[in-house]
């Protein structure tokens, strides 16, 4: 396991399809650390936008315009420190295609709220509250410290 008092320079999140949970991940990194980190994310199966993700982002103020949905193979690129995994088959996945990478991998499981039914408000509140573990736990991983202010 990678120190956690050393800070990453590159990271990448991997989830099932490049749709929720690694796109929020990638979003949130960029927002936190937007010149420490190189940031990137992709997942095991080819995905598609989802529409909450972009709408409880936007709650929060992050910009998703520039995501793409793609596969580790569409990503095509490697020197990342730091793999961090969202969902079994994208940990596994992980570990197979960089066992002989010196790179670190971690698994943070992560609810899917793509499984929530019921109404619009109770699939967002899912969605939001998979936005805030996330972005509670990148935080704390990489040291996030508020800017000053001015």
Known sequence: MA????????ILFICRMNAVRSPMA???????FPKQIYVRSC?????????????VMEEAGVDMSFHTPKTFEDLAEEGFDLIITLAP????????TTRTQ?????????????????????????????????????????????????
Do not use: C
């Open 3 to 10: 120190d956690p008092l050393i800070q990453p320079s590159a």
């Open 26 to 32: 990638e979003a949130l990194t960029r927002t936190l």
């Open 43 to 55: 997942g095991v199966f080819a995905g598609e936008r989802d529409p909450f993700v972009d709408a």
């Open 89 to 96: 088959e994208a940990h596994h996945m992980a570990l197979d």
């Open 102 to 150: 010196a790179v670190d991998v971690e698994y943070w499981p992560t609810i899917d709220p793509t499984i929530v039914t019921g109404s619009r408000s109770q699939i967002m509140e899912a969605y939001r509250e998979v936005r805030e573990a996330l972005k509670m736990r990148l935080m704390k991983r990489l040291n996030w410290t508020a800017p000053p202010s001015s």
